[in-house]
């Protein structure tokens, strides 16, 4: 793949985000066709990983979707093999390496600067997307930042 198409999948991811999908979806929709996966299908599958998994601000979903992404491209598919999964893992773990050194943190509610994602979970209402609501999230920049660290994977990958 060139720069050129990585950077419009990395954009694809930007605009889903801003089209109302979550930070996961938005990530793994951007990718999903490299794998066979059409763009409804990788929307159902990362649907529920938003505001950190559930809105339980968990896991940030932008990073989720990396995990996703990279059992797509890697994930073993035999039962005992260890070395495959060895393999998965080691990938998952340097890109969310990455992620944290680039965001402070793979935690939605420490990414959003919320005291505890205990509290934040109670509450499994999605915000309304508004202006504001752009304005004082930084999750539009989460998942350019997942989508371009899988997209510069793929390429040194080929490289």
Avoid: H
Wanted: glycine share 10%; charged share 25%.
């Amino acid at each position: 793949m060139t720069d050129e198409e990585l950077d419009e999948r990395v954009e694809r991811a930007v605009e889903n985000f801003m089209a109302g999908y979550g930070c996961c979806q938005s990530v793994v929709a951007a990718f999903a066709d490299l794998y066979g996966l059409d763009d409804t299908l990788a929307k159902k599958i990362a649907a529920g990983f938003g505001g950190g998994v559930g809105r339980m601000r968990m896991m940030c979903g932008a990073v989720s979707g990396i995990v996703m992404l990279v059992g797509l491209d890697c994930g073993q598919t035999e039962g005992p093999d260890r070395e495959g999964k060895s393999a998965c893992y080691k990938v998952v773990q340097d890109l969310l390496a990455k992620s944290k050194e680039e965001n402070g943190s793979l935690i939605c509610a420490e990414i959003l600067g919320l005291e505890g994602y205990e509290k934040a979970a109670c509450n499994y209402v999605a915000s309304e997307r508004t202006a504001e609501y752009y304005k004082t999230r930084p999750c539009v920049a989460k998942v350019e930042s997942a989508a371009r660290i899988f997209a510069e994977y793929l390429k040194n990958k080929t490289a």
